[in-house]
């Protein structure tokens, strides 16, 4: 296939944060997509030692950063002798992001240990393609300030978000009424509610629409993520979470919308493959040629659409509630599912127990109304904590 006519002269140079998990790797299917157009300057990973190495040989950046500490002295020793700097930990992960030879940060840590990064990297005035959304729902605050002090860029990489970014392309931000972010509705949206808390963790990591990473399918079996992803729509957009929906559509084709003063909606729509929304946040404000999977129109049955419900997924209205306490409950909220979903997929917690262990933490923690990021560390540590050690008065499960 012959390079696209608007593919650069210059290749974009690439920072990965996050590079062994679920978007770092599609992020690298981009880049074998293009060679020509991007370079890798730095891949960050965390306990997967082996893939990092692969990628590290097979792409060879100019620095390669490790946090855990035994994968940071495999990785160290397997890529001595070579010319990549091997660098250690958060500090060497917010360095990385912040090299003047980045043009690019792609923000794929999972949870709050992608917060710093990407302050690090806004503060350089980088471009950052943001799939990391619990930095925007733990600190929004602080990367708004940041935008604004250093003049760089965020560009959403979750599929909901960068729909609703290009319905906004050539719009005017005044025009805007409301958000409508869609939600696959998780594995267990038709499930009886009263066989909740049997569910198993192998049941609740088969998503029906999307391949992702562990912590993220929980997520969305909760429907936790689409809370989360709605506080990520207020810091990307400017709107307020009364002007923010939220709407069951299971297919997962149309990926959001915007509905605008004048009564029209704007939807964008394809195959659920998060390698459309990473390269574009890549290519933007360019469209690259790329053979992604066309949307078959013969073959799409339906598009069918549900409220929420909110009584059978508790997270949901846990995220609206700390979105509008606002300060440092979104960080608390966000520590405490952190928590709940690792104790649930190690077999302590029932599903039906981690909103209550997180609703717990948000009654619990309370904090400054403009925490400092030190206010929110500390906040974040003692959810973490709370929500360890929490144990929720259990009912016999039911067998009916
Ligand atoms: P994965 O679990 O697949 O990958 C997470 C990455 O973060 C891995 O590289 C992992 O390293 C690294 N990591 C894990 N813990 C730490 C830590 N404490 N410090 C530094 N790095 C760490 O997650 P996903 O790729 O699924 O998700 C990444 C982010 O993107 C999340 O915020 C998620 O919400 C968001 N997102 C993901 C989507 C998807 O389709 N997967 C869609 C939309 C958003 P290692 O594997 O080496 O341990
Ligand atoms: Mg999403």
Known sequence: MPPPADVPDEPRRLAILGATGSIGTQTLDIVRLFPDAFEVEV?????????????????????????????YVT???????????????????CEA???????????????????????????????????????????GHLVEAALAAHGGT???????????????????????????????????RMRPRHTFADIKPEEALNHPNWSMG???TIDSATLMNKGLEVMEARWLFGVGPDAIDVVVHPQSIIHSMVTFHDGSTK????????????????????????????????????????????????????????????GVAPAVLNAANE?????????TLRFTEIPEVIGYALKTITGPAQPSLENLIERDSMARRVAQEHQPRRVPLTNC
């Open 267 to 326: 939807a964008q729509l394809g195959v659920p493959d998060m390698k459309v929304p990473i390269q574009y946040a890549l290519t933007y404000p360019e469209r690259w040629e790329a053979p992604h999977e066309r949307l078959d129109w013969g073959q799409v049955a339906g598009l069918d659409f549900e409220p929420p419900d909110r009584e059978a997924f508790g997270c949901l209205p846990l995220a609206y509630e700390a979105l509008r306490l606002g």
């Open 214 to 216: 562990a912590k993220i």
């Open 154 to 188: 965020l560009i959403p990489v979750d599929s909901e978000h960068s729909a609703i970014f290009q319905c906004l392309q050539g719009e005017p931000p005044a025009a805007v009424e409301r958000l409508i972010l869609t939600a696959s509705g998780g594995p267990f």
């Open 339 to 347: 928590v709940a979903v690792a104790r649930f997929l190690a077999g």
């Open 75 to 93: 990785v160290r020793d397997a890529l001595a002798g070579t010319a990549i700097q091997v660098t250690y930990g958060q500090d060497g992960l």
């Open 97 to 139: 992001a912040a090299l003047p030879t980045v043009d690019v940060v792609v923000a794929a840590v999972v949870g709050a240990a992608g917060m710093r990064s990407v302050l690090a990297a806004l503060e350089a005035g980088k471009t950052v393609a943001l799939a990391n959304k619990e930095a925007l729902v733990v600190a």
């Open 43 to 71: 891949l960050s990973g965390h306990r997967n030692a082996e893939r990092l190495i692969a990628q590290a040989r097979a792409f060879e950046p100019t620095h390669v950063v490790v946090t855990d500490d035994a994968a």
